[in-house]
């Protein structure tokens, strides 16, 4: 069981919705969905955590939630179906083929896939989409775990208008902020700008609490007066001291990390960008996953100056 904590969530009519891939992320946006008032039916690859979600939300008066045991029968009846699995092969496996949510999706519904994955594959999929008379938008997420289980999740979308009007309201049950960034793919490069920004960030953040350390400094009493200048980020407000205690067993995995800077780097590679920090911080982490901190968060990068 994943906690989701309560939320006051605007008034939108209720749909007939679908979510596939109920892990650290998709459990809680789905449990935000049911407490929003929407009906929910989900697939889960490993039945046991379908059954657990469905424990924990339905109830008497909730018989509009159910598990399904493929996408495809979870999709059929819903407006909008959600996914939020691992890699771009993860996608296609619970999107395409005879089992896939396409094959069960009726006319005019939506997919949302809410997996960071290549902006090529969100353009695949926006084809097959097209083919079958559905529409499909890339979002990919930020805010983490704990931006899921309290239902403020930044979404980044790509897409047509007129689809993303339509799932917007939905997806506020676990989102603070859902914007449209362009045509299909736009998404997912998005994500990819945010994961260059926290790249380097984290390398720099790392080599400077290790140094203050080395030097004697008291390093939380540091990183208090220097949040409060311009050495302020998102990363030193919320993991520095955790960096300087040497804790990392919650947060955003490295290997969902390296991950995510691969689809980078292989899209710089297509678009000619120049990303000298981000590849090198790219085999800092495979340091990283080398002695053993696969799982561990993305702020174990000090780990390798110890
Ligand atoms: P997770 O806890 O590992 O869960 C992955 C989910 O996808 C599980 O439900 C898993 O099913 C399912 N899945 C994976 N491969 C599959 C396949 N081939 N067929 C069917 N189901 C499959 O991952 P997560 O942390 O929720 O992350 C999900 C996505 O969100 C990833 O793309 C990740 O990069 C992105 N994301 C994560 C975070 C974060 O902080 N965790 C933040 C932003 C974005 P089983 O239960 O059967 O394994």
């Known amino acids: 069981m994943q906690n989701i904590h309560p939320k006051t969530y605007e008034s939108t009519p209720p749909r007939k919705v679908a979510f596939i891939g109920l892990g650290v992320m998709g459990y809680p946006m789905a ?31 909730r018989s509009d939630l159910a598990c399904a045991s493929t996408p495809r029968l979870a999709a059929q009846n819903a407006d909008v179906v959600f996914c939020c699995v691992g890699n771009d092969d993860d996608v296609r496996s619970v999107t395409l083929g005879t089992d896939g949510a396409f094959a069960g999706m009726q006319p005019n519904a939506i997919l949302v896939d809410h997996s960071t994955a290549s902006a090529q594959l969100a353009r695949e999929l926006d084809a097959v989409a097209q083919a079958s008379g559905t529409h499909f938008v890339d979002a990919p997420v930020s805010g983490g775990q704990a931006g899921a289980q309290n239902g403020l999740l930044t979404l980044m979308c790509g897409g047509d208008a007129p689809t993303f009007e339509r799932m917007q309201p939905v997806t506020m049950a676990y989102a603070r902020a859902c914007t449209l960034l362009g045509p299909s793919g736009s998404g997912q490069l998005a994500k990819m700008v945010n994961q260059i920004s926290i790249a380097g960030l984290l390398q720099g953040l790392s080599e400077a609490i290790a140094f203050g350390q080395n030097a004697g400094l008291d390093m939380p009493q540091v990183l208090d007066v220097i949040g409060k ?15 300087v205690a040497d804790a990392f067993d919650f947060g955003f995995a490295v290997d969902w990390m390296r991950k995510d800077l691969g689809l980078v780097l292989d899209e710089a590679k297509r678009n000619g960008s120049r990303l000298p920090i981000t590849a090198l911080v790219d085999q800092f982490y495979a340091d990283i996953q080398r002695i053993g901190g696969q799982r561990w968060d993305t702020s174990s990068l000090i780990k390798r100056l110890r």
């Open 31 to 61: 449990g935000h969905l049911a407490r929003a008032g929407h009906s929910v039916t989900v697939y889960n690859r490993t039945a046991t955590k379908a059954r657990a979600w469905l424990t924990e939300f339905a109830s008497p008066e």
């Open 229 to 243: 200048g311009a050495a302020q980020s998102w990363q030193l407000d919320n993991r520095g001291k955790t960096m």
